[in-house]
C-alpha cells in the first residue's frame, strides 16, 4: 500500500507563506505516479489546488491559487511540496495530498486519485 503524510501546515496572516509538504512511502509506491494538493473548507466539497506529473515538467494548478502557490517534487525524496505564497483567507482549508498511480493525467478531479493522506489544516488570518 501507499502512505501519505503531510505536513507545514498552521496558522498565518494574510500575504504570508507556508510550505507543505507530503513524504509517500509504502512498497507499491512509485516515482512514476502522479501527486496532487486538493483543499475542503468546512462546509464545502473538497477542491483541486494543484498536480504535477511524474518528473514535474508539467504542473496544473487551479485559477484561484495559480501565481501565488507552486507544486514541485523530489523523486529521491519521495516527498512534493506545495510552496504557498501571498496567502489570503479564503485558502482557509484542510490541505490534502494525493497519488495517482497514473502517471500523466491532469488531476484536477479527485477521482483520478488513488491515495489520500489525512490533510494539514491552513488558517490565514485577515
Known amino acids: 500500500q501507499v502512505q501519505l503524510v503531510e505536513s507545514g501546515g498552521g496558522l498565518v496572516q494574510a500575504g504570508g507563506s507556508l510550505r507543505l509538504s507530503c513524504a509517500a512511502s509504502?512498497?507499491?509506491?512509485?516515482?512514476?505516479?502522479?501527486m496532487g494538493w486538493f483543499r475542503q473548507a468546512p462546509g464545502k466539497e473538497r477542491e483541486f489546488v494543484a498536480a504535477i506529473n511524474w518528473s514535474g515538467g508539467t504542473t496544473y494548478y487551479a485559477d484561484s491559487v495559480k501565481g501565488r502557490f507552486t507544486i514541485s517534487r523530489d523523486n529521491a525524496k519521495n516527498t512534493v511540496y506545495l510552496q504557498m505564497n501571498s496567502l489570503k483567507p479564503e485558502d482557509t482549508a484542510v490541505h490534502y495530498c494525493a497519488a495517482s498511480r497514473i502517471s500523466n493525467i491532469v488531476g484536477r478531479t479527485t477521482t483520478e486519485y488513488h491515495y489520500w493522506g489525512q490533510g494539514t489544516q491552513v488558517t490565514v488570518s485577515s
Open positions: 509504502g512498497r507499491t509506491f512509485s516515482r512514476y505516479y502522479t
